[in-house]
Every structure is written in C-alpha cells, then in structure tokens.
C-alpha cells in the first residue's frame, strides 16, 4: 500500500533563513509527487509536483524540491522564508492519470520567527 | 473566477440531521473528489468520479452519498449525521490524464 512519512510535526525557522520539509514515500510503481501549503481557514494550494524529467523542480513562491528515487524522498526547500510563508505543508503521492485519490502525510506545521 | 467553489463555507447542525455540500469546478475536468480532513489535519480521499462515474469509493459509511449531477459538480449528502462526521471537507479536480488535482476552500461541517 502507498504512504508518505512527514517526520517533523512542527518546523520553527527564523525568517531569512532556509527551510527543507522533508518527505518520504512508498508507493509500487512510478510515483508522481506533489507538495501542497494550506494557510490557516484556507484551501490547499499545489507548490509543485514531480512527473518526471528532471529531479529538482521550481515551483510557486520561490519553492523547489528534490526527488531522489533512491531514498524515496521528495524534500521541499526554500532558499529564506517569509513570514507569509507560515502554514502547514503536506506531501502526497498518486498515480499520473486515473481517477485516482491523492495520499498524503500528516503534515508539517510551519512556524516563523521573527 | 473561482476554479473549485464549495459551499456553503461553514456548516453547523444537529446530529441526526442529514446535510448536502455541493462542489462545482469551472476548470474543465472531468474527474472530481472528495477528501475529508479530520481534527488533526489529516486528509483522506473519500470519493472520486470520472465522467459522472464512480470511481474511488473507500471505507466511508454509506450515509455519505456522492452525486455528480454533469461533469463540473459533485455534491456530497451526508444522511443521520454523527459527532464523528465533524471535520473540512475537501473537493476536488483533475484531468484524468494528470492527476494534478486542484482543491476547493474546503467546508468546515460541525455537528452538536
């Protein structure tokens, strides 16, 4: 059956500094990746996602994420956060087509300090 | 210009009372979804249909009905509603050939 470990809970990251969430998945055949933010009250929003191609993927507000098939991990990065980026951040793992439901991690809370 | 609209936003109402959400995307997708995430954020699909097929039907209790009227909606019916029901409920979009799947505002269903 497919999973996705987010081992950290809770991240405080002062702002400025960088950021990598890390996420790791179990999935039987290519897995096609996703990362999504949700902000507080609010929906979730896709950052980014792996298909194929080329490991390391640019996403929305400056995001970027690593694929390594061989540590079936997918950790999300950011050069210096905002506060704005404050918020919880889920990883997930589907097929690339279908009608198929995401599965995601438990989440990772995002706290920045001033 | 909203692409996956739920409402209503907030739904508050007595156990045992039966509630619809309804979904509607404007993207052009033809498979949608519905996720549920409970009190500690985790999200769980719960329902996908393509076409106005059922496609996706996990271990949700059959008091959850599905129905996708056209393409562009899919509501949710929830009969004799229980305090466990009480999460946000998410819908969703996608292409069938690209399971990029684009999220609503989610509902926040509060049962007393």
């Known amino acids: 059956a497919q999973s996705v470990t987010q081992p950290d809970i809770h991240i405080t990251v002062s702002e400025g500094a960088s950021l990598e969430l890390r996420c790791n998945y179990s999935?039987?055949?290519?897995?096609?990746l996703f990362w999504y933010v949700q902000s507080p009250g609010q929906g979730l929003q896709l950052l980014l996602k792996?298909?194929?191609?080329?490991?390391l993927v640019q996403g929305i507000k400056g995001f970027e994420a690593e694929f390594k098939r061989s540590q079936s991990s997918f950790n999300l990065r950011k050069p210096s956060v905002h506060w704005s980026d404050a918020a919880e951040y889920f990883c997930?793992?589907?097929?690339?087509?279908?009608?198929?439901?995401?599965?995601f991690g438990k989440g990772t809370h995002l706290i920045i300090q001033p | 210009d909203t692409a996956v609209s739920q409402t209503p936003k907030y739904l508050v109402t007595q156990m045992g009372n039966d509630k619809s959400i309804k979904c509607e995307q404007n993207?052009?997708?033809?498979?949608m979804y519905w996720y549920k995430q409970d009190s500690k954020k985790f999200l769980k699909i719960m329902f996908s249909?393509?076409?106005?097929?059922?496609?996706i039907n996990e271990t949700v209790p059959n008091r959850f009905s599905p129905k996708s009227p056209d393409k562009a909606h899919l509501n949710l019916h929830i009969n004799s509603l229980e305090l466990g029901d009480s999460a946000v409920y998410f819908c969703?979009?996608?292409?069938?050939?690209?399971?990029?799947?684009?999220f609503g505002p989610g509902t926040r269903l509060t049962v007393l």
């Open positions: 969703a979009s996608s292409h069938t050939q690209k399971n990029e799947q684009f």
């Open positions: 999935y039987g055949a290519t897995p096609y």
């Open positions: 792996y298909f194929s191609g080329d490991t």
């Open positions: 997930a793992v589907g097929s690339g087509g279908g009608a198929d439901g995401l599965t």
């Open positions: 993207l052009g997708h033809d498979t």
């Open positions: 249909y393509n076409n106005k097929e059922l496609i």
